[in-house]
């Protein structure tokens, strides 16, 4: 997810929706816990999150994911 939020930044997108499969993921990132968090990809997907552009992530199982 890091490296496409990232790559969606560099390529100009500012609007972008995100499916993931991951629950505990998509929980994490929002809750406030995430950004102080001791896994530095966790913390640096925080950072992409708090840029100025509108961004949804939403849970999808993993059965969708395909």
């Known amino acids: 997810m890091l490296e496409?939020?990232?790559?969606?930044?560099d390529k100009g997108?500012?609007?972008?929706?995100v499916?993931?499969?991951?629950?505990?993921?998509?929980?994490?990132?929002?809750?406030?816990g995430g950004a102080s968090s001791s896994l530095v990809e966790l913390r640096?997907?925080?950072q992409a999150l708090?840029?100025?552009?509108?961004?949804r992530i939403q849970h999808i199982p993993r059965t969708l994911n395909g």
């Open 4 to 9: 496409g939020l990232f790559l969606a930044w």
């Open 44 to 46: 640096l997907l925080h």
């Open 19 to 32: 499916e993931c499969d991951n629950a505990l993921l998509v929980e994490l990132l929002f809750s406030s």
């Open 13 to 17: 997108f500012r609007k972008v929706e």
């Open 50 to 55: 708090r840029r100025k552009w509108e961004i």
